[in-house]
């Protein structure tokens, strides 16, 4: 089985300031791991994603995050936050013909 | 492309009928999914329909909850006797899922139900 932790529930961050978006997975299998954000459009936009290779994964809109294995963690990183990122984020997992796990989400308001 | 299409966009029921709900994948997506996602809340997975295998129902909350698809192409979700706790935004998403299952997911806007 898998399960995908996202410890904050919330991230209250000034604007230009950097911010990271804490995630940690658990599975017995390897994993794909991705990250959604959700404007207030409903709809999820895929923001980036690790399949394998590099750690350092960079996505759309000048977010990264990092691959690590002996951590099992999955940290989405910008280093200076717009007033446009204020949205709800996503981390998942998926893998070994398992279906998408989500976690609970993050939802980041950025403060002028 | 086509992106993953969902209707009706809103839909407004009394408390006590039965709604439908649309999802058209993209085209040639094998996996489908729906989750519901209640104001403020997180995602809940419902069903999950993977190529001709038995689909996941795993998530579906209670017995007035169905789902079905044909092939690989639309699906709808199918609420009986609604109650006001099933208002939410029901989305749908399909993804292209290899061998491998590292393909994202591919969201549609949702639906939004409200039930009065």
């Known amino acids: 089985a898998q399960s995908v932790t996202q410890l904050d529930s919330q991230v209250p961050v000034f604007e230009e300031a950097p911010v990271e978006l804490r995630c940690n997975y658990s599975s017995s299998v390897s994993v794909y791991l991705f990250w959604y954000v959700q404007y207030p459009n409903p709809g999820l936009q895929l923001l980036l994603k690790y399949l394998s290779g590099s750690t350092l994964v960079k996505g759309i809109h000048g977010f990264e995050a990092e691959f690590n294995k002996s951590q099992t963690s999955f940290h989405l990183r910008k280093p200076s936050v717009h007033i446009s990122d204020t949205a709800e984020y996503f981390c998942?997992?998926?893998?070994?013909?398992?279906?998408?796990?989500f976690g609970t989400g993050t939802k980041l308001q950025v403060i002028p | 492309g086509a992106g993953v299409s969902q209707s009706p966009s809103n839909k407004v029921t009394e408390k006590g009928k039965d709604v439908e709900l649309r999802c058209d994948p993209i085209?040639?997506?094998?996996?489908l999914y729906w989750y519901r996602q209640r104001l403020g809340q997180g995602l809940e997975f419902l069903i999950y329909f993977q190529g001709n295998s038995a689909p996941d129902k795993s998530g579906l909350p209670s017995d007035r909850f169905s789902a079905e698809r044909t092939g690989e192409s639309v699906s709808t979700l199918t609420i009986q006797r609604t109650q006001q706790e099933d208002s939410a935004v029901y989305l749908c998403?399909?993804?292209?899922?290899?061998?491998?299952?590292?393909?994202?997911?591919?969201f549609g806007n949702g639906t939004r139900l409200t039930v009065t």
């Open positions: 998942a997992v998926s893998g070994g013909y398992q279906k998408v796990t």
């Open positions: 085209s040639g997506h094998t996996a």
């Open positions: 998403a399909s993804s292209p899922l290899g061998a491998s299952n590292n393909s994202p997911l591919h």
